[in-house]
Nanobody, 125 residues
Framework: QVTLVESGGGSVQTGGSLRLSCAVSKYTYTFYSMGWFRQVPGKEREGVAAINSDGTVSYAESMKGRVIISQDNAKNALYLQMNSLKPEDTGMYYC???????????????????WGQGTQVTVSS
């Protein structure tokens, strides 16, 4: 069974940086993309960034220029480097294996195969 475990969250001040990691228990070719999502109380989970199996990436408009998604196939890991963080970036961040391409994922059109448990990111003013 494929499992995903997020780590790297924490508390930072506005303008700070964090690097989130997602460890995948088993590498697989059987997916269209992997992505990072954020969820806050009272709002739907939204796509932050996604990467296709060929390495091409897509970002949510609000995140462009501030985050970089990457993968390390040798380590079965997915990463999200987050810079210039803002209070509105606060939330629980999840990684996922998905059935849609990266550009579809970040605009809300996706079907999840697997979710991780999440890692909390808190950005203070």
């Amino acid at each position: 069974q494929v499992t995903l475990v997020e780590s790297g969250g924490g508390s930072v001040q506005t303008g700070g940086s964090l690097r989130l990691s997602c460890a995948v228990s088993k590498y697989t070719y059987t997916f269209y993309s992997m992505g990072w999502f954020r969820q806050v109380p009272g709002k739907e989970r939204e796509g932050v960034a996604a990467i296709n199996s060929d390495g091409t990436v897509s970002y949510a408009e609000s995140m462009k220029g501030r985050v970089i998604i990457s993968q390390d196939n040798a380590k079965n890991a997915l990463y999200l480097q987050m810079n210039s963080l803002k209070p509105e970036d606060t939330g629980m961040y999840y990684c996922a294996i998905l059935n849609q391409t990266a550009d579809e994922v970040v605009v809300g059109d996706y079907e999840t195969k697997y979710w991780g448990q999440g890692t909390q990111v808190t950005v203070s003013s």
